[in-house]
């Protein structure tokens, strides 16, 4: 059997005579890792990667020598600590991204807790220079990085469990997926497990449709895949029956063919009226429309006499959902709040709804907003977020419903009796779901 080790050669880092000399030292080092553990992980069983991993980064630092310097750290001691967070992640992730593909989930988990280490902690014998080192991984364990590493280890069935935002991982998956300062093994892990937690969700929600329509199912053996309980069937009855002619996607079509060649001040008019008709609640919205309307005609308003092209429609359509939802990526839009807080969390799904079905390229940057505003409210318990949870459960229904590779319709399966106030009996209906046939957007 082939022996793999990597050597740091400590020697080597002490013949950096300059800036550019460092780096380039640093870069060669960084690329003989990464390639150590590119043909490791293919090669070796799961407990073999972990052992070198730990010996790499974590073996040693509780050394009472003053003369040593641990494995890698030798290279990143002149003020390099980002340096050595760019190296440790992308390992991780060169790791992850294998374990993940490969069905090896449950040693991510182990891999994450080698930084739960009582070794790791500072004593006051340990040489400065293993404190330094320490202290680097230290601040790792507490950065958003060794954050958004955990999430790999969560099991989808336990993502329902703990903190209320567990449930939404795979929009904090899609951050991390589409943030190009993060590695690329990292961004393909992200985006990989996003989509097996999301495809999950529309099989679950399709199943759950499907048995608890039916006379011979028991309750006990479907799960509903949103909190919203018995509500989400009649959720998923009303927004199903938007359908023929004057559905969200006909209209979206017809938008889409009478904007041609508009000027980018003609778009913002048209667009505003598109994402309005048929707006339920009309009254109730109107302060919020019209502060909408003020945002949107304030927009570039240098642009405004020049033709609509892809690239301004697209930049357009970002621009509203950022009105919608998080302007800044760090907090909630005042239109966000001011809807959520009325109890028009439907409304503003079906707004963003009619975005995406005219931009398909702007649903990730949606996504990512999204998670943005996870971030933002979950450092509140649940019981504070309710209109915000809310609106997320009933987005997530809403688009596996319309956006997604499953067609859902509504039938009317018993006569409806005449009634004076015309009210729709969504009980005499039911919901049937199939595959789209593939069609080019």
Sequence with gaps: MTTHRLSISQEDSHCVTSTNSQQITVQIAQEEVYSFFVEIVKKLPPEDVLREFKGLFIDGLDSEDSDYIPGIYSIFLDDNEQELYNTLKR?????????????????????????????????????????????????????KDYKDLKLFATKYEESSKGHWANRYTSYLLIDQSVNEN???????????????????FKFELAMYIARS?????????YTN???????????????????GVFSHENIAHIFIKQTQNQTLEEFKINLEKYLFISVDNKESVEAWRQQFVNSLSLWKTDYNQKNITKELFLRTCNRVIDCLTTENGKEPSSLFVLLVNQGNALTLVIILLKIILISRNSRRHLETRIAHLIRFYEKYSEEECK??????????????????????????????EQSSNQQLNLD?????SQMKVDRKK
């Design 91 to 143: 390992c991780c992730y060169i790791i992850v991204n294998n374990w993940k593909t490969n069905r090896k989930d449950k040693y991510i988990q182990e891999l994450v807790n080698l930084f739960v280490n009582e070794n790791l902690k500072i004593k006051d014998n340990n040489p400065l220079v293993v404190k330094i080192c320490k202290g680097w991984l230290e601040n790792f364990v507490n950065s």
């Design 182 to 200: 993060n590695p690329k093994e990292q961004q393909e892990a992200a985006r990989r497990l996003s989509k097996q937690m999301k495809d999950k």
């Design 213 to 221: 329509q039916s006379a011979v199912s028991s309750k006990a053996r």
């Design 225 to 243: 895949p949103s909190i919203l309980g018995d509500q989400a069937l009649r959720l998923i009855k009303a927004i199903v029956l938007k359908r």
């Design 387 to 416: 209109g915000v949870i809310n609106f997320i459960e009933i987005f997530n229904i809403t688009f596996a419903i319309y956006a997604e590779n499953v067609e859902y319709n509504l039938i009317k399966m018993e006569e409806e």
């Design 428 to 432: 005499g209906y039911r919901v049937f």
